[in-house]
């Protein structure tokens, strides 16, 4: 079963700056199933960015995925207050569907 | 409007049976999977198993096998879980998630939050 690392394991940022968050797996994937999400607490995770580099709908262009093999980035540019939440990773080929462990972005 | 409604909080006590449920609306629902997440206190997100409303194909993640079922009626449009026998450790936030087959989990339920405790 393939294991999602994610790092670093808490990121704290001002706004204005740019946020690189990590996703390494144990084992190379496909691009095409990899994708990010973010979450807020009170609400259900968003899609951001699915098939590593493609942004969901209504994702503002400030989110970007990219990445192949067995490491994948999400980069966040411009921070803004409301980027402030925990960012997971996510394979979903092979039937297995598989988390990474989260990065929790604060926004000083 | 593309919607996944879930049932309210539950409160439980350990020992008790459960099915909580997931109501699709807005698009074909037959046509996408609807996969099960779980989140316990503090932690984070969890993949507990998909099925495929069409055919009810299930698929569940090893580690969740036999600990609860997913089920759906298609012709009511809504995907459920459920446990014979809770215990303390199943507490915890349940989402439901829209899967397009290959693709990402595009829409998410707003969740049911389960409490099992004496």
């Known amino acids: 079963e393939i294991v999602l690392t994610q790092s670093p394991g808490t990121l704290s940022l001002s706004p204005g700056e740019r946020a690189t968050l990590s996703c390494r797996a144990s084992q190379s994937v496909s691009s095409s199933y990899l994708g990010w999400y973010q979450h807020k607490p009170g609400q259900p995770p968003r899609l951001l960015i699915y098939?590593?580099?493609g942004r969901a709908t209504g994702i503002p262009d400030r989110f970007s995925g990219s990445g192949s093999g067995t490491d994948f980035t999400l980069t966040i540019s411009r921070l803004e207050p409301e980027d402030s939440a925990v960012y997971y990773c996510q394979f979903y080929g092979s039937s297995s569907y598989t988390f990474g462990q989260g990065t929790k972005l604060e926004i000083k | 409007e593309v919607q996944l409604v879930q049932s309210r909080a539950e409160v439980k006590k350990p020992g008790e049976s459960l099915k909580i449920s997931c109501k699709g609306s807005?698009?074909?629902?037959?046509?996408?999977?609807i996969a099960w997440v779980r989140q316990m206190p503090g932690k984070g997100l969890e993949w507990m198993g998909v099925?495929?409303?069409?055919?009810?194909?299930?698929r569940y993640s090893p580690s969740f096998q036999g600990q609860a079922t997913i089920s759906v009626d298609k012709s009511i449009s809504v995907a459920y879980l459920q446990w014979s026998s809770l215990k303390a450790s199943d507490t915890a936030m349940y989402y439901c998630?829209?899967?397009?087959?290959?693709?990402?989990?595009?829409?998410w339920g707003q969740g049911t939050m389960v409490t099992v405790s004496s």
């Open positions: 098939a590593a580099s």
């Open positions: 099925i495929y409303p069409g055919d009810s194909e299930t």
């Open positions: 807005g698009y074909s629902f037959t046509s996408y999977w």
């Open positions: 998630a829209r899967h397009p087959g290959g693709d990402a989990f595009d829409v």
